[in-house]
């Protein structure tokens, strides 16, 4: 899935493993916490900065290929949860137990996405067996994954996902759309949704099978 929308996850992250601490926690750690599971819902995809320093360079290429690494495999973040837990434990902090509850849900949700759309799929047998798992499966990687998946019908749930995560952080911060009744959000999510499915998606592949039988 794109950077985006994984961003777009780990704020629901964030938003849900806080709802129950209220009253619990001042206003600023649950603020910090929402940024963490902001943070965490992304955690996997910072191992570019890998590429980036192995190719002395900030583009992505097409040999992008990420999912291959441990860096998307969950028990990386099993074993990083369970350390900063550990952590928690031993200063008797719910903080720092939450923040790696959080952790692993981020990344777990990330990995699940990456499972359902990306360019070759996540190694959830890691480190038995290297078999990718892809439900829609765009085989492309870099910008040119990119560059696939907007064209793609699946793309319509990161929209989705992006528009919930926009409006719970609309309806949290503004008490214009707090009152707002969730029906006519939907409505024109919906209706946006179909209309970017009739003159993007469908336009872009015709165009793009047209060129294609050209050069045949
Ligand atoms: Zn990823």
């Not at 899935?1 to 629901?12: F, K, N, P, R």
């Not at 191992?47 to 690494?69: G, V």
Request: glycine share 6%; with cysteine; net charge positive.
């Amino acid at each position: 899935m794109l950077g985006y929308t994984h961003i777009a996850e780990g704020y629901l992250v964030g938003v849900a493993a806080t709802s129950s601490y209220k009253g619990r926690l001042s206003k600023s750690d649950l603020r910090n916490l929402i940024a963490w599971g902001i943070l965490c819902g992304y955690l996997p995809d910072l191992d570019a900065l890998i590429y980036f320093w192995k190719k002395r360079s900030f583009q992505i290429e097409t040999d992008f290929r990420h999912h291959t690494w441990p860096t998307h495999t969950l028990p990386v973040y099993i074993i990083l949860a369970s350390v900063i837990d550990l952590w928690g434990r031993w200063f008797n902090s719910d903080k720092v137990r939450l923040a790696a509850r959080m952790l692993l849900m981020g990344s777990a949700v990330h990995l699940l996405s990456d499972t359902l759309i990306s360019g070759d799929g996540i190694m959830w047998k890691y480190p038995l067996d290297r078999k990718m798992t892809v439900v829609f499966n765009m085989d492309a990687h870099g910008l040119e994954f990119q560059g696939v998946v907007v064209k793609h019908p699946s793309f319509l749930i990161e929209l989705a996902i992006i528009q919930v995560a926009l409006l719970t952080w609309l309806k949290r911060r503004f008490s214009f759309f707090r009152n707002m009744n969730w029906h006519w959000a939907v409505l024109l999510i919906g209706i946006f949704n179909v209309f970017y499915y009739l003159f993007y998606v469908l336009s872009s592949n015709k165009k793009g099978r047209i060129a294609n039988e050209q050069d045949k």
